[in-house]
């Protein structure tokens, strides 16, 4: 799951950042409304849903929320200021914001909206993903082979292998290339590393083998990379 946050406050900008890292999202971080365009405008990446401070350099949280609904991009906004007015809360609504939090606000609050926000979305994320013998947990952040043996376990995987395996998931039968893959586990800002995506794919490779998932991600050389659970012997 990923996420632009547009906020130019840094100290409540990295706070945030952190948080939504240890809940699992790639995030994406910018302080300048006009940046934020840029990236959605661009499509760098597919968002799940975006934090907005309304009062931005650039280009206001607002005139961001208007552009978005302009274009008929149905993104989930999450609107953040301080403006606690009534009449500012419809202003932001009425604007194209989903929802609207005040600040000072405590992170347990945001995480539950942003919960909320992504079960009103036609994207909804269940709780499991299930693809052929592989099932994802998100809860705790494990993946488990079917049929459960009785003494099956689930494989504990680190943030990025499961990102990783969900993108994959989300694709099947699909090549999906090391820059789709870099674009969407990876922030943008992030600095390029030729053989991030390799090395983490082999990590991934080595963890379902040692578990008895079998090999089903494949290389295909000069193209990309292939979830393929039709066979389980791979």
């Keep these: 799951m990923r996420v632009l946050l547009v906020e130019d406050e840094p100290d409540l900008g990295a706070a945030i950042k952190r948080v939504l890292n240890q809940e699992k999202y790639v995030v994406d971080w910018v302080t300048d409304g006009t940046d934020a365009w840029a990236y959605l405008e661009n499509s760098w990446a597919q968002y799940t849903l975006a934090i907005v401070d309304w009062m931005l350099p650039g280009m206001s949280g607002l005139e961001l929320c208007q552009r978005l609904r302009k274009n008929k991009n149905p993104l989930p906004v999450l609107m953040l200021t301080a403006k606690d007015r009534m009449e ?110 390799a090395a983490q794919v082999r990590l991934l490779r080595r963890k379902l083998a040692n578990s008895g998932c079998g090999n089903p991600i494949e290389t295909l050389h000069g193209m990309g990379y292939r979830l393929n659970l039709t066979d389980e012997s791979k």
């Design 88 to 197: 500012d809360k419809v202003t932001g609504l009425d604007a194209g914001a989903d929802d609207y939090l005040v600040k000072p606000f405590g992170m347990a609050e945001l995480l539950a909206r942003l919960r909320a926000l992504q079960r009103r979305s036609p994207h909804f994320q269940p709780k499991q993903l299930t693809l052929g013998n592989l099932t994802l947990d998100y809860g705790n952040s494990t993946v488990t082979s079917h049929p459960a043996h009785p003494d099956k376990q689930a494989i504990t995987l680190t943030n990025k292998e499961f990102q990783l395996l969900e993108y994959l998931m989300k694709h099947p039968n699909q090549i999906v290339t090391t820059e789709q893959i870099r674009n969407q586990l990876w922030e943008v800002s992030a600095e390029p590393v030729s053989n991030v995506v």
